[in-house]
């Protein structure tokens, strides 16, 4: 029992770890691409909850390094005396949720530190990029200087796909509402054929 929820947890980090290679590569090449191309309006993102979420990711990887660093700990204990681990299975689970921790915390931080802007193939925001064609919605709030991008032929009412609120500064608001309605017929063309 004990090496089943060792290879359980190191096969769940693998995979944490295999995904958030992916994700982070991606970010990257869409912020070099960004910080390539022209930069159309420049976006603010509210990125306090990327920050506060990363921030009780790395509290969760610090109890999960100091739990795997005491060795008298009742985590420790209780691991032993319920799956009958041994010290060095029950050390090598908690290394291997302090990976899936660490891979929790990395996409978040990559949002926090991520640039967002609207360029003439698109927009970037929160790491990654969003071509007009793969766009069905919008709305522009006048009053808090911000819009709302949706992926899904839903609209802003399913989550899926939902980007926003985008904030921008007073003097561009005329800009972003030209460039969206300029692009609003490509929104509007996009057939998904399956």
């Given at each position: 029992m004990g090496i089943?929820?060792?290879?359980?947890?190191?096969?769940?980090?693998?995979?944490?770890?295999?995904?958030?290679?992916?994700?982070?590569?991606?970010?990257?090449?869409?912020?070099?691409?960004?910080?390539?191309?022209?930069?159309?309006?420049?976006?603010k993102n509210a990125k306090v909850q990327y920050?506060?979420?990363?921030?009780?990711?790395?509290?969760?990887?610090?109890?999960?390094?100091?739990?795997?660093?005491?060795?008298?700990?009742g985590a420790r204990a209780y691991l032993i005396r319920l799956y009958g681990m041994s010290e060095p299975?029950?050390?090598?689970?908690?290394?291997?949720?302090?990976?899936?921790?660490?891979?929790?915390?990395?996409?978040l931080l990559?949002?926090?530190?991520?640039?967002?802007?609207?360029?003439?193939?698109?927009?970037?925001?929160?790491?990654?990029?969003?071509?007009?064609?793969?766009?069905y919605y919008y709305y522009v709030d006048e009053d808090k200087h911000s819009f709302i991008l949706s992926t899904n032929k839903k609209g802003p009412y399913a989550l899926k796909g939902v980007f926003g609120p985008c904030r921008f500064d007073r003097i561009d608001e005329e800009k972003v509402k030209f460039i969206l309605n300029k692009n609003r017929n490509k929104f509007l063309t996009h057939y998904d054929i399956r």
């Open positions: 089943a929820v060792l290879v359980l947890s190191a096969v769940l980090a693998a995979a944490f770890l295999a995904v958030i290679a992916r994700y982070c590569l991606r970010a990257v090449r869409a912020q070099t691409k960004l910080y390539n191309s022209i930069q159309l309006v420049v976006l920050l506060a979420a990363a921030a009780l990711s790395a509290a969760l990887l610090v109890l999960c390094i100091v739990l795997a660093a005491l060795p008298g700990s299975a029950v050390t090598a689970t908690f290394v291997c949720l302090c990976l899936i921790w660490f891979s929790v915390a990395t996409p990559i949002m926090y530190f991520s640039r967002a802007a609207i360029v003439d193939r698109g927009i970037y925001i929160a790491g990654r990029f969003i071509d007009w064609h793969r766009l």
